[in-house]
T-cell receptor, first 116, second 116 residues
């Protein structure tokens, strides 16, 4: 099974709301990623978790808060977002990168977020 | 540091004719290279990958790519286009054996249009 699942598929939230995006994989991968993708642009890396520890934060505003409760789950907590945060949020996973090997990343279908 | 340049933002071919999507890369290390495809409102699907084994890589759906170190290229080809190939294609590079802490570096994408 090479599936990464993401919920919800669509989310509309106001600027004062708090919401969470959820990502799950059961491939035994120990690295998980959040990307943000604006229309007609490539994905931009936001966060990387390796063995449930945050290893990369690409200078993402604090209104985005990631969490990795266990090796299969990755959450992205959202609070006080701005309309320009509207985008497709993609989750991905891979075996591991800390060993120096370069494993492919498997992507979920994404959550389409609209901030009003 | 690594970078990737997709030489065409749009490519239009007729159904049944060959497809060529061009990609050049720059990497401080021996790179891993990937092609991903993204259909409208979907996540990214891995088409194929190069990780220093055979230079001609075969992927899914009849796609293949050839790694040419002397030209720093990794062009994607398919002998005969199908309507279902219409999508956005991303060439992606990641340093191999370089710690891999940078995540994936995406090209800007090539929009493939298939004419009936």
């Amino acid at each position: 099974d090479t599936e990464v699942t993401q919920t919800p598929k669509h989310l509309v939230m106001g600027m004062t709301n708090k919401k969470s995006l959820k990502c799950e994989q059961h491939m035994g991968h120990r690295a998980m990623y959040w990307y943000k993708q604006k229309a007609k642009k490539p994905p931009e890396l936001m966060f990387v978790y390796s063995y449930e520890k945050l290893s990369i934060n690409e200078s993402v505003p604090s209104r985005f808060s990631p969490e990795c409760p266990n090796s299969s789950l990755l959450n992205l907590h959202l609070h006080a977002l701005q309309p320009e945060d509207s985008a497709l949020y993609l989750c991905a996973s891979s075996q591991d990168f800390s060993s120096g090997q370069s494993y492919e990343q498997y992507f979920g279908p994404g959550t389409r977020l609209t901030v009003t | 540091a690594q970078s990737v340049t997709q030489l065409d933002s749009h490519v239009s071919v007729s159904e049944g004719t060959p497809v060529l999507l061009r990609c050049n890369y720059s990497s401080s290390y021996s790179p891993s290279l990937f092609w991903y495809v993204q259909h409208p409102n979907k996540g990214l699907q891995l088409l194929l990958k190069y990780t220093s084994a055979a230079t001609l890589v075969k992927g899914i759906n009849g796609f293949e790519a050839e790694f040419k170190k002397s030209e720093t290229s990794f062009h994607l080809t398919k002998p005969s286009a199908h309507m279902s190939d219409a999508a956005e294609y991303f060439c992606v590079v990641r340093p191999f054996g370089g710690g891999g802490a940078d995540g994936l570096t995406f090209g800007k994408g090539t929009h493939l249009i298939i004419q009936p």
